[in-house]
Every structure is written in structure tokens, then in C-alpha cells.
């Protein structure tokens, strides 16, 4: 499917998402910073195109997740919105913008969906109930996300695998209830057990959208430069990663190219040349007879 077939299909929204719950077809969301990365995720029809805070990891050369901020996160949604993508543009809430007070958490909502997400996603379970609320009061569709939450880094004590023991599961379940009844139309869940994964996703009436959680979600999500290849050549990628390309090698091998056709004198070509009429080249003495004006 190409994007521009893509645009004369019905838009996806938040209740189309929900509504695909126990569907049987799995829903797809692949992440986004900018204009082209978002026209091919949606060429790809993936339903949601999720202009994460992990832009702070694996586009701003940050070591977590937690240096975005609101305007941040609305110039990246912004860029992937003006695509006029199909897909559901997710903008993702960063650190400090959902934890301070009710305006804070309304207005910061409200600027993503200004810069054009369809909705918001935030990080936390239960204790997320009142924000959640808040923005749902503004008619905003709010995704939840529990399991590893990056926001929580610190508190973790690292990026970890979560709900390992019993007492963890189930507090990752009851959490996942309770962002279902506080009106969360999806769940991402992030880094736990396949079991956890199986729990939650029959105790809950919303799709999970799993990243690094098995299969047993209702969709899963991955992570735009992970899926293509992009990353420090030092850095551990996750197990639940499958890439599908080498872009940062074949880009490389690439601008190699360029530089050495530089160097030696292959670039630029006559064909990549804007010339000037001969007769005015000649006019002013630009050529020796030993080279032709349009060479
Ligand atoms: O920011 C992000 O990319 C995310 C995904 C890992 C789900 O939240």
C-alpha cells in the first residue's frame, strides 16, 4: 500500500483502535519523529504512528528518556502531523508534563493534540487515574502504558524486565484494570513475561500493544530506528528487537561513497552540473582550448 492510496482511506481513531479488541487482527504501531520516518510507517499501514519521548534516546543522543520536554515533544509531532498521515498520531507525554498539577497535565495534552496528535500516551498505572480524568475531560483519547515505564528509570533502578515475581504481576494486572476503568482506550505494555503479557490482555476490555512482551498483546509496537538498523555500534539492543534493516551501515557505506567520489573527482558529474552557455563561457575566457565548456 503506498501513502498516497493511504490517504484515501478512512483515518484511524482512537475508537477504531479500541474497538479492535478481541478482532483477532493485530493492531501495529511503529514510532516517529519527522516527516519522512512518519510517511513510511504509514505507507507500511501500520494503524499508529507513536512520536515516542524515546526520540530524547534514539534521535537527541540522550541517555534516557527523561530530558524532553512538552515543546520538544510537540516539534517532533508536529513534523509527523504534517504528513497528514492515515495512521493515529499517538503524542507521547514526556517526564514533569502529567505529574505536577491538573492545569499542567490539561494544558500539555492539549499542546500536543494542538501540534496534531489524536491522542495522548502516559506512563503508569493506577496512580495515573486523576490525569487520565483530566484529560479525558478535554474529549482527549489517552493510551496508558505500564510494565517497564523509561520515565521511571530511576525509581526502577534501571531498564529491566518487569512483573518477574508474582506480587509484581499482579500488581502490573490490577494496574492495567485500573487505566481500563479510568477510560484508557489501549495499553502499551512494556517489557514483562509473556504470562504477565496473557493476563493482562484477557483482563482488560482495551487492546494491549506489547513491545518486548511476547505475543499474547493485542498489537505490538517497536521502535523506528531498532526496527531499521540505527544505533550506536556499542549499544546492547533488547532481545524483543528484530531488525529488519542495516540503515546506519548501509548509510555509512553510502556517504563513504560520496566522500571518495569527492576526493577523487567523480562528483560532480557534467549530467550533476548547472553549465553556462558556451558562447558566454567562451566570451569570457573560462576554458582553455584544452577544455570544453560543457566537459
Ligand atoms: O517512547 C516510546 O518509543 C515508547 C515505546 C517504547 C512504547 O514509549
Redesign the pocket.
Known sequence: MTSSSNRCLTPVTAPAVAARKGSGEPLVMI?AYDAPSARVVDASGAEMI?V???VAMVVLGYDD?LQVTVADMCHHVAAVARTRPRALVVG?MPWLSYHVSREDTVRNAAALVRAGAGCV?LEGGAKRSEAIHAILDLEIPVMG?IGLT?QSVHALGGFRVQGKQLDAARAIVDDAIALAEAGCFAI?L?AVPDGVARMVTDSVPVPTIG?GAGRHCDGQ?L?WHDLLGFGAPDRKQPKFVRRYAELELDATKAVERFVADVREGRFPSSAETYHMADQMAEGLGLYGASEPANA
Open positions: 514510532t507513536l515516542g519521548d524515546s528518556t507521547d500516551k502504558h523509561p502499551v512494556e513491545i509496537v521502535v
